[in-house]
């Protein structure tokens, strides 16, 4: 058990030198002039001039050499001190805790959404593979994941809030406002998700041990609770924790659409504007997350499969 | 090599219409998708423009085809250069194993860890308004895919008899991927990069959705649906054909893939 | 957990979600209570960053939270704000405010002048229209505020008019003078502030011009112009700004909707580098300007035929409109005859060559304003019809500043304000003064410009001032430091529940307290 602790742990370690370095570099290695983006983001294009740029040049103390300034990130870092952002001048963690916070939310929203669509078509396809309604889904899952995200937001926003008036189009702060954007991502999400659930139906249905729950003579439904469903579950949840990173960094076209606070949008502004310590911010914490998500995923499975955690 | 299903002709058939389509129409058709006639703005398919204009008057047909091209190149050359680093990677961990195996993981591991997103907008911002950094981009994204299923693939097959024999009996590296792994790896990274490439048309759209990437006025589809959905009331046909052709892409290219799963 | 207890933990999930999806719209309904008690939302595509005026100001004043000492009418006249009136001395260099009894910030605490003088020190040290003006103190004398000047200055009141100007309760200084809140004296106090989207504002009850009639009002900042217009569609918002120029025509049409037009004091024009060999000659700069089918991109890209700019002032900007001169107007035959004048001729492309060398220049632009790309493509196209072989680089707004330091920019495609504060001398005076501006003139300048500039500076005569003003823009109008191409006109579509709305053409102010709920 201690093992794959420490192996996790390592893999932390290594995430946050890697992402420290490689932002920085890239950071530093993008054209113009430092001091204008920011000055730029700060105040905008109606203030901004020479005047401007070089107070900011000024406060900033951007002539200072760079390797300096990586490992006084580092060692702000070993305090746990994220730094504040060049162009609010706020902490950013407080920035990173809001922004990320809600893409989580809209990400997990739409997780739980397509968790309760996709799997349980899938595996209903799965028991009949070849039938109407696998062939169906099929049909359906395809042209799902042929259609780009923001097609399938505009077509809820018009159906579901414009014509029949049912919830919010867009906006931020109210529960109502993050069913449309979440369904949207857990349409897309549900497409793939009921495949991979239908194909670990198939697979566990025509194995052996399936078989043999049948023939010593267990009801169908039995037969499928205690030998089905547990494994087909690994592989959905192994699917469903990867997705859920990409989903927390893919939902910027969503986020746009439907005026949603998010880390999409939060870091396209940051690399505009030369906000570094945000970038390295948020690079971090967004790694962290994925490894902390590979563990909860070990566990999980883990659980669900007692084999894996012999091997 | 398995024999080919139905789905995946039909996904190679429409791949190819599409391919027809991009590079025949600036054969027939002369002009220049971003030449703009302010006073031909919008207007229905048909007539002297066969499927209309866009709101600077530009020409739809040539603009598509353009931005078939753009997105069927980065798709090829993203996936080529994915597939090849993900494929040698991926043999090389699985055939070697050992501390090479747990190096290329590691790396591997810690690539996946760092958000691709920011990954494609830092190398868009170093050089705007320029190809590679979306080739670069989305390679960076898609080769590890390649690299986990090659090397889990090639774990498989080094340690079958028939690879224990050809080394015992003396046979070079080359001679042993040729004849055991490539043969198991090509349905796989075929797969693989079908999806690959589905997933790359679909992010640089995604790009242009919100304005980062290809810069107008090259004909991007991405760029190209943000710009007319303003006009969704007025001229919706001219602002499905984008949405249609990735639709088209992206289908016959999952197609191709045998709508398996990844 | 069993499968059983799994199976039946999804179900009750789905039973909730589902309940949740069913009620939502009953929940929405039930918040919006009593008709008074209605909350407002106005959408606007500006973010949000922080609470310092210097960056962030404006969304205060627009949603009446914080005011200025003096205020602004519709025309950018200077009316009485926090002050209640003021004088000048005969000098013109010490000003003396008289501020408006009864005054209290959203803490309780009463205004006062040490407060005003206070604030407006900490706006001076920031970047923004005071730290521009030739202030020597300001002090706080016998209960008024005095503002001594090292030399007359006439637009001192619309500086102070200027939403970074804006006067805070000492509460919401930290100790190193930045803003950590905003509390202000306006009929709104704000409730809930979430950068980059959200500024949620509640009625200030002891307002010293009495309690607004909408209680509550949420601004939000949305990017996407399409997502802005579904909010006015459906219902989520009740005001939004900014409207794509295709949604105006489908939203007037809307019978819920009420869309009003507005011209405002921007303009898109180009920025022309002076110093360049071709662009030296005025001769080219006519051609260029003379190329601009003006009324085409009005009408095909802004829908507005109306925008097409004839001289740099719009008419809306009173004074400084000069009727009597020539419109800017297209006519390639003579943009070509000016360019042959010069010994430039068509190549076997159509591109002009001279000396061997073709005509070619590269137009800078930027994204942040949507129409700025489309508008820099429609220039490209119809300088090519002249010969000029025009690359177009969209990039960084900062890259046209550095490059008007570095020298490097040759033509720059901006959409400027000439009144971020209300009177346009200030944008004049940093664009067109002797060494350019940053914005404005690059390696041009003109004597007799800066000297009538100098003396609206100095002057206390309408008179006087009102032909200086037809001077500069008459001396703008024939040297084309900088090409009109369209005005701007601020749009807004407004709910039929609403009355009272109204646009402030120097988008000062959303005139939140004017507005009712129709009964």
């Known amino acids: 058990m201690i093992r794959p602790i420490l192996h996790r742990v390592a893999q932390a370690v290594l995430v946050a030198l890697m992402v420290g370095v490689l932002t920085f570099a890239l950071m530093r290695s993008l054209p113009g002039d430092m001091a204008w983006r920011v000055a730029a983001g700060r105040y905008g294009y109606d203030i901004t001039d020479a005047a401007v740029m070089e107070q900011v040049r000024h406060s900033l103390a951007l002539d200072q050499p760079a390797a300096l300034a990586l490992l006084s990130w580092f060692g702000d870092l070993l305090r746990l001190d994220l730094g504040v952002s060049l162009i609010s001048e706020l902490p950013v963690v407080d920035e990173i805790a809001h922004q990320l916070g809600a893409s989580v939310t809209l990400a997990l929203t739409a997780l739980l959404l397509s968790v309760l669509i996709g799997p349980p078509l899938g595996v209903l396809a799965g028991l009949r593979p070849g039938g109407g309604l696998d062939r169906a889904l099929f049909a359906l899952s395809i042209t799902l994941r042929a259609l780009p995200q923001f097609v399938i937001g505009l077509l809820l926003i018009y159906g579901l809030a414009i014509v029949f008036g049912l919830l919010p189009a867009s906006g931020h702060g109210e529960a109502g406002h993050v069913v449309l954007p979440a369904l949207t991502l857990a349409i897309g999400l549900a497409a793939v998700s009921s495949r991979v659930a239908r194909d670990a139906t198939v697979a566990v249905t025509s194995s052996g041990y399936y078989r043999f729950g049948e023939t010593k003579g267990l009801r169908p439904l039995e037969n499928f609770l205690r030998h089905g469903l547990r494994n087909i579950a690994v592989p959905i949840v192994t699917y469903l924790g990867v997705q859920l990173v990409y989903l927390i960094e893919g939902v910027v076209v969503v986020e746009t659409l439907f005026a949603w606070p998010g880390i999409g949008h939060a870091l396209v502004h940051a690399i505009l504007a030369r906000d570094v310590p945000m970038i390295q911010g948020t690079a971090l914490v967004m790694g962290l997350m994925f490894v902390l998500l590979n563990a909860g995923v070990d566990v999980v499975c883990g659980g669900l499969d007692p084999r894996r955690r012999a091997s | ?262 | 957990m069993t499968a059983f207890q799994r199976l039946r933990f999804g179900a009750a999930l789905g039973v909730c979600l589902a309940a949740a999806l069913i009620t939502s719209p009953t929940v929405r309904a039930a918040t919006a209570g009593k008709p008074d008690d209605r909350a407002l939302t106005i959408v606007a595509r500006w973010e949000l960053k922080n609470a310092d005026p210097s960056v962030n100001g404006y969304a205060f004043t627009r949603m009446e939270v914080a005011e200025t000492l003096v205020d602004a009418d519709g025309n950018g006249t200077p009316k009485p704000g926090l002050a209640e009136g003021w004088e000048a001395s005969a000098d013109g260099r010490t000003w003396r405010f008289r501020l408006r009894p009864g005054v209290s910030f959203h803490d309780g605490t009463a205004l006062t002048a040490d407060h005003v003088v206070t604030a407006l020190n900490h706006a001076r040290a920031k970047p923004g229209s005071l730290s521009k003006a030739p202030i020597q103190a300001i002090t706080a004398d016998n209960g008024a505020v005095v503002i001594q000047l090292a030399e007359p200055f006439s637009p001192l009141l619309s500086f102070l008019a200027d939403s970074a100007s804006q006067i805070l309760a000492p509460a919401s200084y930290d100790d190193k003078g930045n803003v950590t809140q905003v509390i202000g004296t306006g009929p709104y106090r704000v409730a809930e502030f979430k950068p980059p989207q959200h500024l949620v504002v509640t009625r200030y009850d002891s307002y010293w011009g009495g309690p607004a009639s909408i209680a509550k009002a949420t601004y939000l900042a949305t990017h996407r112009s399409e997502t802005r217009t579904v909010m006015v569609e459906s219902g989520d918002a009740q005001i939004v700004f900014n409207l794509d120029p295709a949604s105006v025509q489908r939203l007037s049409r809307n019978p819920k909707l009420t869309v009003q037009a507005v011209p405002i004091p921007r303009v898109i024009s180009v920025k022309v580098n002076a110093g360049h060999p071709l662009l030296s000659d005025l001769r080219a700069r006519q051609a260029l300007s003379l190329a601009i089918d003006r009324t085409g991109i009005a009408v095909g890209i802004l829908r507005q035929p109306e925008t097409a700019a004839t001289q740099l002032f719009p008419p809306s900007l009173g004074a400084w409109h000069t009727p009597g001169l020539p419109p800017l107007t297209q006519n390639v035959d003579r943009a070509k005859a000016l360019l042959a004048e010069m010994g430039w001729k068509p190549g076997s492309d159509g591109v002009l060559e001279k000396d061997g060398k073709r005509l070619r220049l590269t137009l800078r632009t930027y994204p942040d304003r949507p129409e700025l790309p489309p508008v820099a493509t429609a220039l490209a196209d119809q300088w090519r019809a002249i010969g000029v072989d025009v690359s177009i680089a969209i990039g960084h707004f900062s890259d046209i500043l550095s490059g008007h330091q570095d020298g490097s920019l040759e033509l720059g495609l901006i959409a400027r304000s000439l009144a971020v504060a209300p009177d346009p001398l200030g944008t004049l005076m940093q664009d067109f003064g002797p060494k350019g501006g940053d914005w404005g003139a690059m390696n041009w300048s003109n004597p007799a410009l800066t000297e009538a500039i100098d003396r609206i500076l100095r002057s206390q005569q309408a008179e006087e001032s009102a032909a200086a003003k037809r001077t500069v823009g008459t001396i703008l109008h024939q040297e084309l430091p900088v090409i009109p191409v369209v005005w701007y006109t601020q749009t807004a579509a407004v709910s039929k529940t609403l009355k009272g709305f109204e646009i402030d053409p120097f988008e000062r102010s959303y005139l939140l307290s004017r507005l009712r709920w129709v009964e």
Not at chain 2, 54 to 80: E, K
Request: net charge positive; glycine share 10%; proline share 8%.
């Open chain 2, 1 to 262: 090599m398995i024999r080919p299903s139905r789905g995946q002709w039909a996904g190679v058939a429409l791949l190819l219409l599409l391919a027809l389509f991009a590079l025949g129409v600036p054969q027939l058709i002369p002009g220049d998708p971003t030449r703009q006639s302010l006073s031909n703005a919008l207007l229905p398919p048909g007539g002297p423009f066969p499927l209309g204009t866009d709101a600077f008057g530009r020409d739809m047909v040539l603009r598509l085809a353009a931005a078939i091209r753009l997105s069927l190149g980065i798709a090829l050359l993203t996936t080529a250069l994915a597939g090849v680093i993900g494929v040698a990677l991926g043999v090389l961990a699985g055939a070697c194993g050992g501390w090479v195996d747990r190096a290329l993981c590691g790396v591997a591991d810690t690539l996946l860890a760092l958000p691709g997103l920011l990954l494609v907008l830092l190398l868009v911002a170093i050089a705007p308004g320029q190809f590679w950094p979306l080739y670069l981009g989305v390679s960076l994204v898609l080769w590890v895919e390649y690299f986990r299923m090659t090397r889990a693939a090639a774990l498989r097959i080094a340690a079958s008899p028939a690879v224990e024999a050809s080394r015992l009996l003396g046979f070079g590296p080359v001679y042993r991927f040729r004849r055991h792994y490539w043969p198991e790896l090509a349905p796989i990274t075929l797969t693989v990069g079908a999806f690959g490439s589905a997933t790359s048309v679909m992010s640089v759209a995604a790009l242009g959705f919100v304005n980062v990437g290809v810069r107008p006025p090259t004909p991007e589809l991405g760029q190209m649906m943000i710009e007319l959905m303003p006009y969704y009331n007025e001229a919706p046909l001219i602002l499905a054909q984008p949405i249609l052709v990735v639709f088209l892409l992206v289908l016959a290219l999952n197609l191709i893939a045998g709508g398996k799963t990844q």
